[in-house]
């Protein structure tokens, strides 16, 4: 088979084994957020804090949710990692917001952080602080979930069905799965524009 042919193939393979009752949840448990006028904090490095950009619009625009990225803010973004260091610019971002027990954080991460071998190591500070002070923690993660998956509440492993491609696909799916709660009864308070276009000419 090429490569195009195998790729897609696994794409079909981890659609099937996503677990739907914990994406559910989660749609419910943002809902919950939203009704109790939370904020919500996303997470990420490299691709996913560009896909945390691209959620924080969707969830403020077509969920109504409050909702923030520290990674939109690159100029204290840069001047954190410049002064005090990578390792502490999400968990300072979050105690100047006052991030605490009303509000929620949602990781977007390939491996979820490891302390252990230093990789993400400010997602792991920023859920240490976050359950010091009582924040929810949701996440999309892949492989097996590392830190965040181990201290979260509502969680999404994305499986791995070949481990030559288990970046590539963990970040394609948090799309995925961020686009279905968006868009789920529970939480999608205002149409995508082409849909309410069609609906008008319906």
Not at 76 to 104: I, K
């Amino acid at each position: 088979m090429t490569h195009s042919q195998v790729y897609l193939q696994d794409v079909q393979a981890i659609a099937a084994a996503l677990d739907r009752e914990l994406i559910e949840n989660m749609a419910h448990g943002l809902a919950e957020l939203r009704d109790r006028r939370g904020r919500l904090f996303f997470l990420g490095v490299g691709g996913s804090a560009a896909n945390c950009s691209h959620a924080v619009n969707d969830f403020r625009k077509l969920a109504g949710i409050e909702a923030y990225s520290p990674c939109d803010n690159v100029a204290e973004l840069t001047a954190r990692t410049n002064d005090e260091g990578w390792g502490t610019v999400f968990e300072a971002w979050l105690e100047t917001s006052r991030a605490g027990m009303n509000d929620a954080l949602f990781v977007l991460s390939v491996g979820g952080g490891d302390a252990e071998r230093n990789v993400s190591s400010n997602i792991v500070r920023a859920l240490d602080a976050g359950k010091r002070r009582g924040t929810k923690i949701f996440g999309i993660v892949g492989r097996d979930g590392g830190y965040t998956k181990r201290v979260g509440d509502l969680v999404l492993v994305i499986p791995t069905v070949a481990a030559s491609s288990v970046t590539p696909h963990a970040e394609s799916f948090q799309a995925v799965i961020w686009h279905c709660l968006v868009s789920h009864p529970r939480l999608m308070l205002k149409a995508n524009k082409w849909e309410g276009i069609d609906k008008v000419r319906a």
